[in-house]
């Protein structure tokens, strides 16, 4: 059973930066997309930023030029820069990755997410 570990959420103000970090752990052979995904209160999850194993990224429009995805593949990390924080960034910013075992299985895991909360 592959794991996602999350960490880096928190409580800043307006303007501030935070720099949340996923590590899976597990039977992992190859880790391709990671994602970075959000859920503010009484609002569907959404996609924020993605990278491929080829490190090629998206962003949603809300966070371009704000957020940086990147990845260590050595440590099967995914961290998520966040600078110039928002109100409206507020929410719980879930992890969400792409492995494949040695024997060839796909999985799809989910982190269990960390708060962040924007003050104005």
């Known amino acids: 059973q592959v794991q996602l570990v999350e960490s880096g959420g928190g409580l800043v103000q307006a303007g501030g930066s935070l720099r949340l970090s996923c590590t899976a752990s597990?039977?992992?052979?190859?880790?391709?997309?990671m994602r970075w995904h959000r859920q503010a209160p009484g609002k569907q999850r959404e996609l924020v930023a993605s990278?491929?194993?080829?490190?090629?990224?998206n962003y949603a429009d809300s966070v371009l030029g704000r957020f940086t995805i990147s990845r260590d593949g050595a440590k099967n990390t995914v961290f998520l820069q966040m600078n110039s924080l928002k109100p409206e960034d507020t929410g719980v910013y879930y992890c969400?990755?792409?492995?494949?075992?040695?024997?060839?299985?796909?999985?799809?895991?989910w982190g269990q997410g960390t708060q962040v909360t924007v003050s104005s």
């Open positions: 969400n990755v792409d492995t494949l075992t040695g024997w060839g299985s796909a999985y799809n895991t």
């Open positions: 597990g039977p992992i052979s190859t880790i391709n997309g």
């Open positions: 990278i491929t194993r080829g490190g090629s990224t």
